[in-house]
């Protein structure tokens, strides 16, 4: 069998590949287990290439094959593919690749293709599921405002979420563990993130300025807090979109923006009462163009441009 796992959801993919690696027998891992990086595609081939000495399955492990750093010389190594046996299991692990590439077209006539993407971090109804999923599998059992108070908290950062609920699993004892408890344990990471995505919003500069520093000054992954901001501005522009063609009722502007919590909607509405729907949808395209240059290696000095560029869409003239 062999595989081409992408995605970012670094924990989805980690979990896929410890079902792979469960299917090895145990006795013979230092056998019939290996990991590659994708400098060292020609041995991995090799490897995957001879039958297990064991008679059962072996686990060949590609790693950070975003494909472009392949040329002629691994497409003509990835001619090999058909020579591999059925019992090897090889899987090429990417975060994502160009499908329009040469070397991604021949890898899929002979690789299924899985893709496991990170949940959006606006899609609070699906990380909710994710973390009752996650807390299932270890017996934990959260009431459902506990649930949701966690889907806020650590947003779609499935690791974390993995690693909280198994510090509550441990509290808990067994227990079903409520609201106030949960709170005490896990700290609500993205408040702050929350706050300067209201200051941006007010065009408050010297408080963007601040709470970007804090945020900063306590190494708040960029990731977290960008993902933050894109959620907030993106729900209000969801809203002001939606109170603007006319749509009235508190219930239907929950479901068509997507907000769990109907009881929200009174709050957003006086949020963007006075916000100009071109300036939200401005906000959320440098949002996200922003997230796209801390994926290129943007670093924390980086933000404070944008930030401030997009604060000052809503400054009061």
Same mark, same amino acid.
């Given at each position: 069998?062999?595989?081409?796992?992408?995605?970012?959801?670094?924990?989805?993919?980690? %979990?896929?590949?410890?079902?792979?690696?469960?299917?090895?027998?145990?006795?013979?891992?230092?056998?019939?287990?290996?990991?590659?990086?994708?400098?060292?595609?020609?041995?991995?081939?090799?490897?995957?290439?001879?039958?297990?000495?064991?008679?059962?399955?072996?686990?060949?492990?590609?790693?950070?094959?975003?494909?472009?750093?392949?040329?002629?010389?691994?497409?003509?190594?990835?001619?090999?593919?058909?020579?591999?046996?059925?019992?090897?299991?090889?899987?090429?692990?990417?975060?994502?690749?160009?499908?329009?590439?040469?070397?991604?077209?021949?890898?899929?006539?002979?690789?299924?293709?899985?893709?496991?993407?990170?949940?959006?971090?606006?899609?609070?109804?699906?990380?909710?599921?994710?973390?009752?999923?996650?807390? %299932?599998?270890?017996?934990?059992?959260?009431?459902?405002?506990?649930?949701?108070?966690?889907?806020?908290?650590?947003?779609?950062?499935?690791?974390?979420?993995?690693? %909280?609920?198994?510090?509550?699993?441990?509290?808990?004892?067994?227990?079903?563990?409520?609201?106030?408890?949960?709170?005490?344990?896990?700290?609500?990471?993205?408040?702050?993130?929350?706050?300067?995505?209201?200051?941006?919003?007010?065009?408050?500069?010297?408080?963007?300025?601040?709470?970007?520093?804090?945020?900063?000054?306590?190494?708040?992954?960029?990731?977290?807090?960008?993902?933050?901001?894109?959620?907030?501005?993106?729900?209000?522009?969801?809203?002001?979109?939606?109170?603007?063609?006319?749509?009235?009722?508190?219930?239907?502007?929950?479901?068509?923006?997507?907000?769990?919590?109907?009881?929200?909607?009174?709050?957003?509405?006086? %949020?963007?009462?006075?916000?100009?729907?071109?300036?939200?949808?401005?906000?959320?395209?440098?949002?996200?163009?922003?997230?796209?240059?801390?994926?290129?290696?943007?670093?924390?000095?980086?933000?404070?441009?944008?930030?401030?560029?997009?604060?000052?869409?809503?400054?009061?003239?």
């Amino acid at each position: 069998m062999i595989v081409l796992l992408t995605g970012d959801d670094q924990h989805a993919i980690q %979990e896929q590949l410890k079902q792979y690696k469960a299917e090895i027998d145990f006795q013979w891992l230092t056998l019939c287990y290996h990991r590659f990086p994708a400098n060292h595609l020609d041995r991995a081939m090799s490897v995957a290439r001879t039958r297990s000495l064991t008679g059962g399955k072996k686990l060949v492990i590609v790693e950070n094959c975003h494909l472009k750093q392949w040329g002629m010389t691994e497409l003509e190594t990835l001619q090999q593919l058909m020579q591999v046996p059925e019992s090897t299991i090889l899987v090429f692990v990417a975060t994502n690749v160009d499908k329009r590439l040469k070397i991604y077209k021949h890898l899929v006539k002979y690789a299924k293709l899985l893709e496991l993407p990170l949940i959006p971090p606006w899609r609070t109804d699906l990380i909710e599921k994710a973390i009752s999923t996650e807390a %299932e599998k270890i017996h934990l059992r959260l009431s459902p405002d506990a649930v949701a108070y966690l889907a806020v908290a650590i947003g779609n950062d499935i690791t974390r979420a993995a690693t %909280e609920l198994r510090k509550l699993s441990i509290y808990a004892h067994g227990r079903k563990l409520k609201l106030a408890e949960v709170k005490e344990l896990v700290p609500c990471q993205t408040q702050n993130s929350l706050q300067l995505a209201a200051a941006m919003r007010q065009g408050e500069s010297n408080q963007v300025l601040q709470l970007l520093d804090d945020l900063l000054s306590r190494a708040e992954p960029l990731m977290v807090i960008v993902s933050t901001l894109i959620t907030q501005f993106r729900t209000w522009l969801w809203v002001k979109s939606a109170i603007v063609s006319g749509v009235k009722k508190d219930s239907e502007l929950a479901q068509l923006c997507r907000i769990s919590n109907p009881h929200r909607i009174y709050y957003l509405r006086q %949020e963007v009462a006075n916000t100009s729907i071109n300036a939200l949808a401005k906000a959320v395209a440098m949002m996200l163009d922003l997230e796209m240059s801390i994926k290129r290696g943007a670093e924390g000095k980086d933000l404070l441009p944008a930030i401030l560029s997009a604060s000052r869409l809503f400054k009061v003239v």
